[in-house]
């Protein structure tokens, strides 16, 4: 009795374990699943394995953040990326949502454009893929680490289409809150078409989505708006990485970028900022940079997010030090589907397999993960 005892006091000593409260959701945890694309929705639609593999990696009280999700068929860049812009695509998540639900999780799903990382293969009728620009991407090793991703000289989008782009996103946000998400995440990292314009490596326009920071973050913020009136800012996060420069989008000034993303969003009232830590420059590399985020976690007045690279005694010294009030894992929630119950009895970790992260099979690497007995 003594050692349960002992054990339940453990519990309360682990900051990762403790509960906390997002808006109108109480969470019972700050281990969060992270976006993880996993290519596995043939035909851009949802597929029933997912329902087990996001079922799997469900708590009660705990948030997930769904794969990178289209929103319209512009937006794709990879095979086997799920989409929510058809009726199709809407009805094959609600199962899924379904089933995170009934284990009492909180799900919320990540609304993307990839931009001009894509090419003429994913584009409707082969046209070029859209972007702020016309500048081409360098073919880029892709994430597996083996194959070499080329992609097609992008068009850059007029002034006057920009407008359709911003209500792709609030379309998809609708039709996320119809599928029965509880939330939306806006895919504003990774070099994909928000952070196109978001960064002044990428961003050479004339007009007043170009030039000045305020310019450059015009986009973002109108897809934050148009989404806010759409679904209501309690049921929003956006997602930003601000330091990183996958697929050539870095930025002169991060740390400006970063702030004055973090206080615009405040003028939203939106329920979460989630950021990349600026140590993650690259995919796979973690390089030394204490307490990057510090900052803008001050800044921003809603719930904070941190990702990059995190491990248990990292995520409990960021909720510790109060650097973050969740912590996001990818590669570790991914080969444990039980991560928050290892996390509290200190148990071993699956390792990850890399080589099945992109695969299209519905099980291997997917859902074969063992659970702690």
């Known amino acids: 009795m003594a050692s349960q005892l002992e054990h339940i006091g453990n519990t309360n000593k682990i900051p990762l374990l403790t509960p906390y409260k997002m808006g109108n959701f109480n969470l019972s945890h700050r281990v969060v699943l992270a976006p993880l694309t996993r290519q ?49 695509q809407v009805e094959a998540w609600k199962p899924i949502v379904d089933a995170v639900h009934a284990k009492g999780g909180v799900f919320f799903c990540q ?66 809150i119809d599928a029965g998400f509880d939330g939306v995440e806006i895919h504003g990292a990774h070099g994909y078409i928000i952070d196109q314009f978001m960064k002044d490596q990428v961003n050479d326009r004339t007009d007043q989505y170009g030039g000045s920071l305020e310019n450059r973050c015009r986009f973002a913020l109108e897809v934050v708006e148009a989404v806010a009136n759409e679904i209501g800012a ?68 809603g719930t904070f997010i941190a990702a990059g690279g995190y491990d248990r005694e990292e995520g409990n010294k960021a909720v510790a030090e109060d650097r973050a009030d969740l912590v996001t894992y990818g590669r570790w929630f ?37 659970f702690l007995e």
């Not at 979460?272 to 995919?283: A, G, Q």
């Open 40 to 88: 596995r929705s043939y035909g851009n639609v949802p597929q029933p394995h997912a329902i087990l593999y996001y079922s799997q990696r469900t708590s009660k009280g705990g948030l997930l953040i769904t794969e990178a999700t289209g929103v319209s068929d512009t937006a794709q860049g990879y095979p086997h990326t799920p989409g929510i812009w058809t009726k199709e």
């Open 111 to 176: 609304i993307w454009h990839v931009g001009r990382v894509s090419n003429q293969g994913f584009q409707p009728n082969g046209q070029a893929p859209i972007s702020c620009t016309d500048k081409p991407l360098t073919p880029q090793i892709r994430a597996n680490g083996i194959d070499v991703a080329e992609y097609s000289t992008p068009r850059r989008l007029m002034t006057d289409e920009i407008p359709q782009l911003v209500n792709d996103f609030r379309l998809a946000a609708r039709n996320a």
């Open 234 to 301: 309690d049921k929003l996060g956006i997602r930003l990485s601000p330091f990183a420069d996958y697929a050539e989008a870095g930025d002169s000034n991060p740390k400006a970028l970063g702030l004055y993303m973090a206080k615009s969003l405040n003028k939203y009232g939106i329920l979460y900022c989630h950021m990349v830590e600026p140590r993650m420059k690259t995919v796979w590399e973690k390089c030394e940079c204490p307490h990057g985020l510090v900052p803008m976690r001050k800044a921003f007045n």
């Open 334 to 370: 991914l080969a444990n589907p039980d991560l928050p119950r290892r996390f509290e009895l200190d148990a071993p970790l699956n390792k990850y397999d890399r080589s099945t992260f992109y695969t299209a099979d519905p099980v291997i690497g997917y859902t074969d993960y063992p």
